[in-house]
């Protein structure tokens, strides 16, 4: 369907309204880091005379190499902990036939509508009986399994061709050979779409880090910035210099593999 020229233009308006919104945000946060302090609550968006001054005051005033040591050691084992458990729990259901598996899986999906804030009280708890308040393990083993990468990596290994497997079985593969030497090494674009969606998602999270964490040796880096919105703080041109700093991964991580989230989104059926 074509639509007419007014539609157009009017799409076209709401479009270019939409980015503006997005990056007019995003100019004022990398100028403001790049003014000097005299010049933050001067006007006028670019800073007159650029400096790294900012920067340098984000690891004088805070913790800030211990928070980027925490977030990135913690999104990391994240990471890596939910493609482990993730490929195993999809091959499980996509490979094998045993009672209720139909149910589980439906029991997976189920816990994707569930908001993550209803189940924080009790797994807090959890965390203080165990004595792993404030400590990495707080932060990575409530979040190892994710519904999303059993979802996403059974419906690939679903279409994945019949006749390469039972060719390896035939050559006496098992499951555990037949799982990593053959259909892992196939999931590249779906494992790299996933690990972009953990990563961000691990990287940029905010209230369950702020829950169970408490000194600066185990703050995230997200939790850490709310230190420059306190009344003694008050020192934007570092905050948002750090802003910069933890928005640099993620974006890095994202424009690297963006073609490859889109291509996997299509392929599993899944659409914006």
Same mark, same amino acid.
């Given at each position: ?11 076209? +308006? ?10 007019? =945000?995003?100019? +004022? ?16 968006? /670019? ?8 920067? $340098? ?22 990471? +890596?902990?939910?493609?482990?458990? $993730? ?10 036939? @045993? =009672?209720?598996? !139909? ?5 997976? /999906? ?11 009280? =009790? ?36 279409? @994945? =061709? ?11 593969? $098992? ?16 494992? %790299? ?6 990563? +961000? ?13 408490? %000194?600066?040796? %185990? ?12 009344? !003694?703080?008050? !020192?934007?041109?570092? /905050?948002?210099? $750090? ?11 994202? /424009? ?6 889109? !291509? ?9």
């Amino acid at each position: 369907m074509q639509l007419s020229r007014p539609m157009l233009i009017v799409g076209h +308006i709401l479009v270019l309204a939409i980015c503006l919104s997005i990056l007019f =945000p995003m100019a +004022i946060v990398l100028a403001t880091a790049f003014k000097p302090m005299n010049e933050i609550y001067a006007g006028g968006l /670019l800073p007159q005379v650029p400096t790294l001054e900012n920067f $340098g005051r984000l690891f004088e005033k805070t913790a800030f190499g211990w928070y980027i040591w925490n977030s990135s050691g913690t999104t990391l084992l994240r990471v +890596i902990g939910q493609l482990i458990i $993730g490929v195993l729990a999809a091959y499980a259901f996509a490979r094998f036939r @045993f =009672p209720y598996r !139909d149910v589980l899986f439906a029991l997976v /999906l189920g816990a994707m509508m569930i908001p993550q804030v209803l189940t924080m009280l =009790p797994i807090y708890i959890m965390m203080a009986q165990l004595g792993w308040f404030d400590t990495w393990w707080a932060l990575i083993v409530p979040n190892l399994a994710t519904p999303i990468a059993v979802f996403l990596l059974r419906q690939h290994m679903m279409s @994945f =061709p019949n006749e390469l497997i039972d060719a390896a079985q035939m050559d006496g593969a $098992g499951h555990w050979t037949t799982l990593w030497r053959v259909i892992v090494p196939n999931l590249g674009p779906a494992m %790299s779409a996933l690990t972009i969606i953990i990563f +961000i998602d691990s990287w940029n999270e905010y209230f369950w880090p702020l829950l169970v964490t408490e %000194s600066a040796q %185990s703050r995230t880096i997200q939790i850490g910035l709310r230190e420059f919105l306190q009344e !003694d703080m008050n !020192d934007y041109g570092a /905050l948002m210099a $750090g802003i910069i700093v933890a928005s640099l991964p993620a974006i890095a991580v994202f /424009l690297f593999f963006q073609r490859r989230v889109m !291509d996997t989104f299509v392929s599993s059926g899944l659409k914006g």
